[in-house]
């Protein structure tokens, strides 16, 4: 199915909204709620810049393809970028599914700032040719 633009400005719209909604977590201090909303505001943001690009992907791993093969290999994304992406979904895998490993605030708190500068810069990319 090919989206025109106008429906995949939305959606890309949406998930920039949905990327930038993980906040509570952390004020509640719900860690390892935490590393999965940061995680996924992440994803969220790397979701809207394929579709922005016309790419799709139904799974996490087609997502890292596509978003390596297309940005990260071709230099628009820095390698330490997409290092800190897969740092997010290693975390996020092990608070969601290790019942014998315990997050807390010195995990989650020194990945904030960098988490909003990678939205940011996705952001900017989508924002770039609009």
């Not at 505001?41 to 979701?47: E, I, Q, R």
């Not at 290790?98 to 996705?122: C, N, R, S």
Request: with cysteine; net charge negative; hydrophobic share 40%.
């Amino acid at each position: 199915m090919t989206l025109g633009k106008e429906e995949r400005d939305s959606i890309v719209s949406f998930r920039l909204q949905r990327a930038h909604e993980t906040k509570g977590n952390i004020e509640m201090q719900y860690w390892h709620a935490a590393a999965n909303r940061l995680y996924y505001a992440c994803y969220y943001a790397v979701l809207g810049l394929l579709i922005k690009n016309g790419f799709t992907s139904r799974t996490h791993s087609g997502v890292f393809g596509l978003f390596g093969m297309h940005f990260v290999t071709t230099g628009i994304i820095s390698k330490e970028q997409n290092k800190f992406f897969r740092k997010l979904f290693d975390l996020r895998q092990i608070g969601d599914y290790d019942d014998w490993f315990y997050l807390d605030e010195t995990d989650i708190k020194p990945l904030l700032e960098p988490a909003e500068e990678f939205i940011e810069e996705i952001e900017n990319l989508i924002n770039k040719d609009s």
